[in-house]
T-cell receptor, first 112, second 113 residues
């Protein structure tokens, strides 16, 4: 499993509520990424981190924020969930350099 | 930023046939090209990758080719089997910029027994 876990695995929430997804790694890898996966769109980058407290936006960052206060945890927050944020969210980690990215199991989020 | 186009979006073949999935990229500085396989309900997992200093790489029934001049790379699967049915993603990344992998939209491969 490459030492990466996401929680929760499934969540149903109401429109307008805040939601936080967690990505936890045991590999001490520097780079962490949050993607969302939607039919016909593949994997789109939301935010990424290149170290503790070092984060930046991806192509679909509107409505999302992230935090990384420890190497092992990368949190994704939907500040006020909307139905358009219903998706499967994947966290990925990478040790550094141009190498393989390892994905978490994914979190299926439904906003009703 | 990088843009990766992937074709076809769906590919249906008979067991034993070959399958080819093609990707193009826009940033000539990209130098690492992985391919991921995602089975239904599971996470994407690397099946093969290629770097820009190599034109072709093979691993049993899977091969990847890279044409840097044309900025395209392809995945070839020979003697397809039903267990090859999955969604395949190509990606591109480069040195620096947090090595962000940019993914194609995916190809759903269906292998009919």
């Amino acid at each position: 499993d490459a030492g990466i876990t996401q929680s929760p695995r499934h969540k149903v929430t109401e429109t307008g509520t805040p939601v936080t997804l967690r990505c936890h790694q045991t590999e001490n890898h520097r780079y962490m990424y949050w993607y969302r996966q939607d039919p016909g769109h593949g994997l789109r980058l939301i935010h990424y981190s290149y170290g503790v407290k070092d984060t930046d936006k991806g192509e679909v960052s509107d409505g999302y924020s992230v935090s990384r206060s420890k190497t092992e945890d990368f949190l994704l927050t939907l500040e006020s969930a909307t139905s358009s944020q219903t998706s499967v969210y994947f966290c990925a980690i990478r040790p550094g350099g141009n190498t393989e990215a390892f994905f978490g199991q994914g979190t299926r989020l439904t906003v009703v | 930023g990088e843009n990766v186009e992937q074709h076809p979006s769906t590919l249906s073949v008979q067991e034993g046939d070959s399958a080819v999935i093609k990707c193009t990229y826009s940033d000539s500085a990209s130098n690492y090209f992985p391919w991921y396989k995602q089975e239904l309900g599971k996470r994407p997992q690397l099946i093969i990758d290629i770097r820009s200093n190599v034109g072709e790489k093979k691993d049993q029934r899977i091969a990847v080719t890279l044409n840097k001049t044309a900025k395209h790379f392809s995945l070839h699967i020979t003697e397809t089997q039903p267990e090859d049915s999955a969604v395949y993603f190509c990606a591109a990344s480069k040195e620096g910029g947090s090595y962000i992998p940019t993914f194609g939209r995916g190809t759903s491969l269906i292998v009919h027994p």
